[in-house]
């Protein structure tokens, strides 16, 4: 198991938002991580990470704890979560990917700074290198940082809303790039808002509201059921969605 | 490439220097005969101790400076420094009743840091443990310390010894008094904060950056931020002296803000901000020693404001200068291909396109005939115009009559060559409707190069168009009507 959650929960200020998450997801797979808005998404790659102070339960990555396999985890934050008039450049964003094997204090060797060349290539953005990441589009931001975890040489990618306002060229890129992780063997959990591509995107679901609705793969997962249980009364979202499935179905010979 | 790791390395030079600097700093305060005749300064030792002890704080300051700007937090150094007020007077206080120097540095110092770290952990407090954002308790803090401490110093001031006079120093500046100690004082403290961010720079970086990726690398952020907040209060601990508690603000936040408008990575913002507060304060110290009137903290701010001006002004980066520049270089070229192209399209109206022909010089027109420049202003028309003939493009026959040269007509084809591509790539590709795309190449056209008009061509069908000037797509001259034709499809 990549990762396994037993009976986690989380509050803000006594509100609960995340109430006793069981979770296992396998090595390997490409996981989406689905919910209506407060289902607790972001804060549960947080909790994943102990960022967020949690009131009860166990995370273990690999069968250890996070603190031990820390290196071979990333997580690339919601773009707005930092301050894109920072002075630096693409490159200098990716590299910092690598701070984390490079010691104290010694300056860095040829190896971060080829991790870091080859990771801004894998995702397209090797000519916006010496670029000030205060001229970057939003797509190619969100590049940069997925550059930045792949630098990383992480088994574990956490990714929160990485398709959030970005172009289609980007997206197409990002996919693209989580297939090639996946076919390396590497897990990804990613959160994701757009219903209609979660099925053509992902191989495993997570369906989170408070807690666990549903998890499994994504044939057993993505049913009108379930999310009907996720989404409860949203009735625009469903309708759009139980569409979207008949379509599929449909399709389906 | 090779240009941004030479310029790495001289900013990494210059943060070196800026540490040797610090110890260079002491050594020349040494009243030695070697350095004597090393250094042939018209300044006498007093004047040298301060200059050197000013400028070490600006170097030091500028550097700090950066990060607590990059973390938004450059008025914690403010509270910190308006919270060292009741630490100096209850130093005071106390050192006079265990019958000590009250005005001695050893004493006065420790108090100031104190309540200045007591000050800070407040704020910290404040914003953790209640609803208040951080502003606010700053705001709080801030007033309630300054204010406690003036009453400490009226108290002081009223006490028989009477002798606490030159407390009020630390409040605006006093320079002056700037003893070789202090000054060495400033040199070790500067050293030790630059060193330290020299050593911890990655792990600064990603926490001014970006702290979850911090703590997700399991740097100790926690640590890091006591470490630079611990360096801010030495900083201005060491800094009240000579600029004073109101004003050392200046030295953390001019220095760095000034220096963002001249380069786009960290270290060299670093090393440009220490060299601004470095000039900033050797001048401002220099100023008040020759004017004793002015108090040391006001002149090292003034000086500080007119580099910061002349930053926001001629900066390479984002300078409002060479803003204006390049908007105006923008819109002259704009001018010039719009009248190209109007000049063409007035030819293409009378039948006579001089490159079918292979005229050397075009029939001849009136500027006022041209349709799409109708309703510029005459004087920017005869720029444009003069311009054109200047460079050879246009020859003037008449008073108002004008021709195009081999040349102008070389570079009229060209542009109105783009400026029809575009409409073509956005009529084909992106299926924009007739009236937009006049709109939409023109807005576009003017930042096309040769490489991606080359690019145009490939993409658009019928490849072939080869050096000909495609055929237009609305009617020229006529665009009113077409407008109004499209307007009448729409509501019939």
């Given at each position: 198991m990549a990762i396994s959650i037993r009976a986690m929960t989380v509050a803000y200020q006594r509100k609960p938002v995340l109430w006793e998450v069981n979770l296992d997801i396998p090595t390997g797979k490409l996981v989406g991580l689905v919910g209506p808005n407060g289902a607790g998404k972001s804060t549960l790659l947080k909790a994943i990470l102990g960022m967020v102070p949690t009131i009860g339960g166990s995370v273990s990555i690999f069968g250890l704890d996070y603190q031990d396999v820390r290196s071979?985890?990333?997580?690339?934050?919601?773009?707005?979560?930092?301050?894109?008039?920072?002075p630096a450049t693409v490159r200098d964003v990716v590299t910092m990917g690598t701070y984390g094997s490079a010691g104290w204090f010694w300056p860095l060797t040829k190896r971060e700074r080829n991790r870091a060349h080859e990771a801004m290539e894998q995702v397209g953005i090797l000519d916006l290198a010496n670029r000030p990441i205060n001229q970057l589009s939003g797509g190619q931001q969100q590049r940069a940082f997925l550059a930045r975890a792949l630098a990383q040489q992480a088994d574990l990618f956490l990714m929160d809303e990485p398709f959030a306002a970005v172009d289609a060229a980007t997206e197409r890129a990002i996919v693209d790039c989580l297939r090639r992780l996946q076919e390396l063997g590497k897990t990804t959990l990613l959160v994701h808002h757009d219903l209609h591509t979660v099925p053509e995107y992902f191989d495993y679901l997570v369906l989170l509201n408070v807690r666990t609705v549903a998890v499994g793969p994504m044939a057993e997962t993505f049913t009108d059921e379930n999310l009907q249980r996720t989404y409860g009364g949203r009735l625009t979202i469903l309708d759009e969605v139980s569409e979207a499935i008949r379509r599929r179905e449909a399709a389906r010979p | 490439m090779i240009l941004h790791g030479i310029s790495f390395g001289i900013s990494f030079g210059i943060l070196w220097v800026s540490l040797s600097f610090h110890l260079l700093g002491i050594a020349m305060l040494m009243e030695t005969a070697a350095v004597e005749s090393l250094t042939p300064f018209i300044f006498d030792y007093n004047t040298r101790v301060v200059v050197v002890g000013t400028s070490l704080l600006g170097l030091a300051g500028g550097a700090i400076g950066v990060l607590l700007l990059l973390r938004k937090r450059a008025l914690i150094g403010d509270a910190i420094a308006h919270a060292t007020l009741p630490g100096l007077a209850l130093a005071f206080f106390v050192a006079t009743a265990l019958q000590i120097d009250g005005k001695s540095l050893w004493i006065l110092l420790p108090g100031a840091a104190i309540t200045g770290l007591i000050g800070a952990m407040t704020v910290v407090a404040i914003r953790t443990f209640s609803p208040i954002k951080e502003d606010a308790a700053m705001g709080i803090v801030l007033s309630v310390f300054f204010g406690a401490g003036i009453a400490m110093m009226r108290i002081i001031q009223q006490m028989p010894d009477g002798y606490a006079a030159g407390l009020e120093g630390f409040i605006f500046g006093k320079t002056a008094s700037m003893r070789f100690q202090d000054a060495c004082l400033i040199a070790v403290s500067g050293a030790t904060v630059v060193g330290l961010l020299v050593l911890f720079r990655r792990q600064v970086e990603l926490m001014c950056f970006d702290e979850s990726l911090a703590r997700t690398q399991g740097w100790p952020v926690t640590f890091v931020d006591i470490g630079l907040m611990a360096a801010t209060t030495t900083i201005v601990i060491v800094g009240l002296q000579a600029v004073g508690m109101i004003l050392i603000i200046a030295m953390l936040v001019i220095p760095a803000a000034a220096a963002r408008f001249w380069t786009w990575r960290l270290w060299p913002t670093i090393a440009t901000s220490s060299f601004i507060g470095c000039i900033g304060a050797a001048s401002g110290a220099i100023i008040?020693?020759?004017?004793?009137?002015?108090?040391?903290?006001?002149?090292?701010?003034?000086?500080?404001?007119?580099?910061?001006?002349?930053?926001?002004?001629f900066g390479r980066k984002n300078g409002t200068v060479w803003r204006w520049a390049r908007r105006f270089q923008q819109r002259r070229e704009t001018d010039q291909q719009h009248l190209l192209r109007s000049i063409y399209e007035w030819l293409e109206l009378k039948g006579s396109k001089p490159h079918d022909f292979g005229q050397t010089r075009s029939e001849s027109f009136l500027l006022n005939d041209l349709e799409f420049v109708r309703n510029w202003s005459p004087s920017r028309l005869a720029r444009t115009a003069n311009r054109f003939q200047r460079n050879g493009l246009l020859v003037q026959l008449s008073q108002n009559r004008w021709a195009l040269t081999a040349t102008g007509i070389q570079q009229c084809v060209r542009a109105i060559r783009q400026h029809r591509l575009l409409e073509l790539y956005f009529a084909q590709i992106a299926n924009l409707s007739p009236e937009a795309i006049d709109r939409g190449a023109d807005y576009s056209e003017h930042a096309l190069d040769d490489q991606m008009l080359a690019e145009l061509e490939r993409d658009i069908d019928g490849a072939s168009i080869g050096y000909e000037v495609p055929e237009s797509l609305h009617p020229i001259g006529n665009i009113q009507s077409l407008n109004n034709q499209s307007r009448n499809e729409a509501n019939p």
């Amino acid at each position: 198991m990549a990762i396994s959650i037993r009976a986690m929960t989380v509050a803000y200020q006594r509100k609960p938002v995340l109430w006793e998450v069981n979770l296992d997801i396998p090595t390997g797979k490409l996981v989406g991580l689905v919910g209506p808005n407060g289902a607790g998404k972001s804060t549960l790659l947080k909790a994943i990470l102990g960022m967020v102070p949690t009131i009860g339960g166990s995370v273990s990555i690999f069968g250890l704890d996070y603190q031990d396999v820390r290196s071979r985890v990333a997580y690339v934050p919601q773009r707005s979560s930092v301050d894109w008039d920072f002075p630096a450049t693409v490159r200098d964003v990716v590299t910092m990917g690598t701070y984390g094997s490079a010691g104290w204090f010694w300056p860095l060797t040829k190896r971060e700074r080829n991790r870091a060349h080859e990771a801004m290539e894998q995702v397209g953005i090797l000519d916006l290198a010496n670029r000030p990441i205060n001229q970057l589009s939003g797509g190619q931001q969100q590049r940069a940082f997925l550059a930045r975890a792949l630098a990383q040489q992480a088994d574990l990618f956490l990714m929160d809303e990485p398709f959030a306002a970005v172009d289609a060229a980007t997206e197409r890129a990002i996919v693209d790039c989580l297939r090639r992780l996946q076919e390396l063997g590497k897990t990804t959990l990613l959160v994701h808002h757009d219903l209609h591509t979660v099925p053509e995107y992902f191989d495993y679901l997570v369906l989170l509201n408070v807690r666990t609705v549903a998890v499994g793969p994504m044939a057993e997962t993505f049913t009108d059921e379930n999310l009907q249980r996720t989404y409860g009364g949203r009735l625009t979202i469903l309708d759009e969605v139980s569409e979207a499935i008949r379509r599929r179905e449909a399709a389906r010979p | 490439m090779i240009l941004h790791g030479i310029s790495f390395g001289i900013s990494f030079g210059i943060l070196w220097v800026s540490l040797s600097f610090h110890l260079l700093g002491i050594a020349m305060l040494m009243e030695t005969a070697a350095v004597e005749s090393l250094t042939p300064f018209i300044f006498d030792y007093n004047t040298r101790v301060v200059v050197v002890g000013t400028s070490l704080l600006g170097l030091a300051g500028g550097a700090i400076g950066v990060l607590l700007l990059l973390r938004k937090r450059a008025l914690i150094g403010d509270a910190i420094a308006h919270a060292t007020l009741p630490g100096l007077a209850l130093a005071f206080f106390v050192a006079t009743a265990l019958q000590i120097d009250g005005k001695s540095l050893w004493i006065l110092l420790p108090g100031a840091a104190i309540t200045g770290l007591i000050g800070a952990m407040t704020v910290v407090a404040i914003r953790t443990f209640s609803p208040i954002k951080e502003d606010a308790a700053m705001g709080i803090v801030l007033s309630v310390f300054f204010g406690a401490g003036i009453a400490m110093m009226r108290i002081i001031q009223q006490m028989p010894d009477g002798y606490a006079a030159g407390l009020e120093g630390f409040i605006f500046g006093k320079t002056a008094s700037m003893r070789f100690q202090d000054a060495c004082l400033i040199a070790v403290s500067g050293a030790t904060v630059v060193g330290l961010l020299v050593l911890f720079r990655r792990q600064v970086e990603l926490m001014c950056f970006d702290e979850s990726l911090a703590r997700t690398q399991g740097w100790p952020v926690t640590f890091v931020d006591i470490g630079l907040m611990a360096a801010t209060t030495t900083i201005v601990i060491v800094g009240l002296q000579a600029v004073g508690m109101i004003l050392i603000i200046a030295m953390l936040v001019i220095p760095a803000a000034a220096a963002r408008f001249w380069t786009w990575r960290l270290w060299p913002t670093i090393a440009t901000s220490s060299f601004i507060g470095c000039i900033g304060a050797a001048s401002g110290a220099i100023i008040s020693t020759m004017a004793p009137r002015v108090p040391s903290g006001a002149a090292i701010v003034i000086v500080l404001v007119i580099l910061f001006s002349f930053s926001a002004l001629f900066g390479r980066k984002n300078g409002t200068v060479w803003r204006w520049a390049r908007r105006f270089q923008q819109r002259r070229e704009t001018d010039q291909q719009h009248l190209l192209r109007s000049i063409y399209e007035w030819l293409e109206l009378k039948g006579s396109k001089p490159h079918d022909f292979g005229q050397t010089r075009s029939e001849s027109f009136l500027l006022n005939d041209l349709e799409f420049v109708r309703n510029w202003s005459p004087s920017r028309l005869a720029r444009t115009a003069n311009r054109f003939q200047r460079n050879g493009l246009l020859v003037q026959l008449s008073q108002n009559r004008w021709a195009l040269t081999a040349t102008g007509i070389q570079q009229c084809v060209r542009a109105i060559r783009q400026h029809r591509l575009l409409e073509l790539y956005f009529a084909q590709i992106a299926n924009l409707s007739p009236e937009a795309i006049d709109r939409g190449a023109d807005y576009s056209e003017h930042a096309l190069d040769d490489q991606m008009l080359a690019e145009l061509e490939r993409d658009i069908d019928g490849a072939s168009i080869g050096y000909e000037v495609p055929e237009s797509l609305h009617p020229i001259g006529n665009i009113q009507s077409l407008n109004n034709q499209s307007r009448n499809e729409a509501n019939p």
